[in-house]
């Protein structure tokens, strides 16, 4: 995948340096009386319950599965904790109609501290040739808990191309990575524009 890293290179804001790291008790105690710290911390949910990570897994974010969902159809969904999966999306690509509304959804789960800035980073190519590059930012997130076991997001809405020539296949590399430009999975798929599903 080292031809792909220049592609997937997340966007920089020029000036924006990346927080100091704190423990979720660190961040509790911060500035107790600072309404607007205190609306941040609340809207990460913070201190909802008990952690639920594996003290023994060293990742902080676990990407559990991703969904295309089309108004009308079933959700196609990848499970991409399951053994193989990942291993199986360049070699089985799936339809989508030309012209159709979609959008993304992720399912995840964050362990151990504060995970800041989550984004996630798409190249897609047609014939070696690349089409399209983007970039949604997913936010930052505390640690899953009882109180939330994961986290679910969904993507902008899109609509595929259409037209004779947009029809055929489409090979795609995939990211998410955070501030700390940590990759936290990263894999190749594929998938077919075509006249009907």
């Given at each position: 995948?080292?031809d ?19 423990t ?70 799936f ?14 789960q ?16 047609r014939k070696g040739i ?8 997913l ?59």
């Amino acid at each position: 995948m080292a031809d792909h890293e220049d592609d997937l290179t997340a966007t920089k804001t020029e000036g924006f340096k990346v927080g100091e790291k704190k423990t979720i008790e660190e961040y509790t105690k911060l500035d107790q009386n600072d309404e607007s710290l205190n609306r941040w911390k609340a809207s990460l949910g913070l201190n909802a319950g008990e952690p639920i990570g594996d003290p023994n897994d060293p990742r902080k974010c676990i990407i559990k599965s991703l969904a295309l969902e089309v108004e009308g159809r079933s959700d196609v969904v990848i499970e991409l904790t399951e053994p193989g999966a990942l291993s199986s999306l360049k070699d089985k690509p799936f339809t989508i109609k030309e012209g159709a509304r979609f959008r993304i959804k992720v399912v995840f789960q964050v362990n151990h501290e504060v995970l800041s800035g989550l984004k996630y980073l798409q190249v897609v190519k047609r014939k070696g040739i690349r089409v399209s590059k983007d970039e949604e930012m997913l936010g930052s997130y505390a640690p899953n808990t009882t109180g939330k076991p994961v986290y679910e997001k969904k993507f902008n809405p899109e609509e595929a191309p259409s037209g004779m020539i947009a029809r055929g296949h489409y090979n795609a590399v995939s990211k998410f990575v955070d501030d700390d430009d940590h990759t936290h999975l990263q894999f190749e798929w594929s998938f077919d524009i075509a006249k009907d599903w």
